[in-house]
């Protein structure tokens, strides 16, 4: 029964402890092969024969067979002609009887009581039981502990790892599922959460928004915000600047902010109208803008100043874009059309659509209604806007 505790919670000894030639590679070998926990044991024939190979170099050689056959001593023989011994009972007297029966029941009962003790043992320590592991994921490692100890188990702590589902220090795995039957007093091993594993940033540069949102999914990463910045080297839409920066490790699941370009900063235009068209040009120039001239005749702004821009004042344009400026050409000149012998309604008609002025004066003593005269007369050069005079008779 000693022995077979010793089976049950006792490692089996190095074999250095009884032969000290054994190196400690085979040793580690044997304990390695002999774990209570079979999940700590090599987990092939093949694993195991590799660290026999690997232990097998550092071991002496041994002695050749027939050398260690030579070494062994002589059985010792007994003669043929030995007669055996004969044992002749004595006779034994009734208190001696007596004696003798009673040590013979005390016997008795001690077998029993050792065969009763060693059947207890044997089922308590040799007959596997079996229980319930209980389910202790997410557990602090002290209440999982006191969990599984409570259920008749032993527990012990592993090396940390990382988890998504479980806070950092919660149990985030465990050698043996909860629900699972095994054997009670059995090993399990615990591994705490070290928090969500660590993601490399990928570059998002040169990207869109939805690109940089496909490329941060598959890294287990979320676009977080997005904003927009003008840029004169980065197109439209494209990613400018990430928060974090390419190549820093953050947590699972964190958000990573981008900033968008809109292109080069928009110019808001300038008012130029009322300016020669020189200075206008040097304005909207200055300002990184263009310029398209168109010509038109004014009678109200002198020759040579802007009448009007297109866009207006305020407008906002890309660099470099043309905003078209109307110069004045001044009143349009023209010849006095010759109007004598026209009715004066017609006179009248034609010469306020060439944009003269026109003043009808009727000769006294007569009735009208035909142009007999004008001021200036046909053929001198007016103006847009000018005045003249139409005499009817």
Do not use: C
């Not at 209570?36 to 195991?48: G, H, V």
């Not at 002290?142 to 090396?159: C, D, M, N, P």
């Not at 909207?284 to 040579?304: M, P």
């Amino acid at each position: 029964l000693a022995i077979a505790y010793k089976h049950l919670s006792d490692r089996v000894p190095p074999p250095s402890k009884l032969v000290v030639s054994v190196p400690p590679e085979l040793d580690r070998v044997v304990l390695h092969a002999t774990e209570k926990d079979r999940d700590r044991r090599p987990a092939t024939a093949a694993e195991m024969r590799k660290e026999l190979l690997v232990a097998g170099g550092h071991v002496p050689p041994a002695n050749p067979l027939p050398e260690v056959i030579a070494r062994l001593p002589e059985p010792d023989e007994l003669p043929d002609d030995r007669a055996a011994t004969v044992t002749i009972p004595r006779m034994l007297a009734p208190r001696a009887r007596r004696k003798r029966r009673r040590r013979r029941f005390l016997v008795v009962l001690l077998v029993l009581a050792v065969l009763a003790g060693g059947g207890w043992a044997g089922w308590t320590y040799l007959v596997p039981h079996y229980g319930t592991v209980p389910n202790v994921l997410g557990m602090s490692v002290t209440e999982a502990r006191a969990t599984l100890e409570g259920a008749g188990f032993r527990a012990e702590i592993g090396t940390s790892v990382f988890s998504t589902e479980y806070a950092d220090g919660a149990v985030a795995r465990q050698s043996v599922a909860g629900g699972e039957e095994a054997r009670l007093r059995s090993t399990v091993i615990l591994r705490p959460s070290k928090g969500p594993p660590l993601i490399v940033v990928p570059s998002l540069s040169g990207k869109n928004a939805k690109q940089a949102a496909r490329t941060l999914r598959a890294e287990d990463l979320e676009l977080g915000e997005v904003r927009e910045a003008y840029s004169d080297r980065i197109p439209p839409g494209k990613v400018i600047d990430q928060n974090p920066s390419a190549g820093t490790s953050i947590p699972f699941g964190s958000e990573v902010d981008i900033v968008v370009s809109l292109g080069p900063e928009p110019i808001t235009v300038p008012n130029v109208t009322g300016l020669t068209f020189q200075e206008a040009s040097a304005v909207l120039l200055s300002a990184g803008l263009g310029v398209t001239k168109v010509e038109e005749h004014s009678t109200e702004v002198g020759r040579g100043v802007v009448i009007s821009q297109d866009p207006g004042q305020g407008a906002e344009l890309a660099e470099g874009e043309p905003v078209t400026v109307v110069v004045s050409l001044g009143p349009r000149e023209f010849d006095m059309p010759n109007v004598i012998g026209e009715s004066t309604a017609d006179a009248r008609a034609r010469l306020e659509g060439l944009g003269l002025v026109v003043d009808v004066v009727t000769l006294p003593g007569l009735d009208g209604g035909e142009v007999v005269y004008t001021d200036p007369p046909a053929g001198t050069t007016v103006q847009e806007g000018d005045t003249v005079t139409i005499y009817d008779a």
